[in-house]
């Protein structure tokens, strides 16, 4: 069963050209980047050693230079979704002493879920490692503690973060398990003081953004599936609907708030409401964003260990099966969308002289996520340099700017206005290449130099598939309010 549900699994990871995974694409970029730095080949940027955020883009250097770029992606991609997965799983049976078979469906979904969509490769890789920690660990032994500790090392290359949530997830969990049961239901509060104690410090610190849409998104776990256009929303809240109605299962056996994965749940929608979304750290250049989402993405895991032990129907089975089943068409149509623009944009480039400097703005309009954020960096290996690279102006990874160079944007701001299609070529930067779109002619493309003084290209358009739904809710909203 394992290995089938496995091999299942594997199947979005080779069904087309390229994995279609936001950051993903930067990571692959910045894996051969980096050997071209170590073997003289580029200037003006060094790999610095860095504890943590590390490990994905060191196997994936390793494989990029032995298998390909292509090969080295589906390798590391897919292996972190196993261990994504699998984690998941042990951790849920761990706490509903059963195997969670019932569950493989929605942990499919989050496995390919928002995280994976965004390309936090490194963080969703120790998300993975420390969900077999906390399935280890929720009833401790001295072996499931020894055999944590490799784990627990994995984790923090990839990512300090899950390492800091696992921690304090068992921290609670075992401290909770000490106090007699009268006296349960008051700890939380002390938790989510110390969250607040946490949000003052940081936000009194440091600059942030908060966002009320985002919080109320986590707090439904629906941000975790609805990924581009509407028809993601749609499953996101059937799969919703499956979540309450789990809850009110798990509601009827009683005990839930005295349950310790009933509180730490509690204290995670704490932590969404409290927590900003991104923040400035002043060592960095870029803001660490996104962390609503991240939070989000422990909060739906945390709610099904929390259900876990809710009795389940066929029908919530089947129907999440067949929620599933849509999801992933809807993957599998989009990601040849995505790839098709990507196979025109590579066909331009092997057009230009080698070495050549090139930036590409493209986005989906009216998506959620932009896939094609970063379609000049994979295109880009072995061809080109990309411009607009945002890994090493914002200093929180491991390729940095040493000194001025004809390889990479020197900051943030710069790569923001290639974004937005609103930098104008310096001097020094002439000449660039910029992907622009044809007018008139959606879905087509052409490159054009670009030269000082000029502006860079930026469109926008339709490219996920949207199947018709726009109209269609746009149409019953306005037959509802007449």
Known sequence: MMVAISAVLLIPCVWQKRIQAGDLSSHVYNAWLAGQIQTGAVKGLTVIPLWTNVLSDWVLERLVYNTGPVAAERIVAGSAVLIFFWGAFLAVGAAAGR??????PLLGMLSYGLIFHFGFLNFYLSTGFCLWILGLLWHPSSKRALASVPLALLALLAHALPVIWVSSVLAYLYTVRRIPMPWRMAVPLGGA?????????LMNRYPYRWSLQETVLGLTGMDQIWLYDIKYLILAVAILIVLLVLLL???DQGGLLSDPAGQI???HAVALVLMPSAIHLPQYQHPLAYITERISLFTVLFFIIMVGRARHGRGITRFTGLVTMVFF?????DGLAFNRVESEVASLVEKLPPGQRLVAAISDSGA???ALLHVADRTCIGRCLSYGNYEPATGQFRIVITSPNQVVAKDMTVVQEIEEGQHIVTQSEDPLYSVCGTEGEPGRFYIRQIHAGERTCAFSQPISVRLGLEHWLSTLSMNTVN
């Open 193 to 201: 003081a110390l969250l607040a104690v946490l949000q003052s410090i």
């Open 368 to 370: 959620r996520l932009n």
């Open 265 to 267: 749940w509690i204290l």
């Open 99 to 104: 195997k969670p078979w019932l569950f493989c």
């Open 329 to 333: 068409a809807c993957l599998y149509l």
């Open 249 to 251: 299962e798990r509601i």
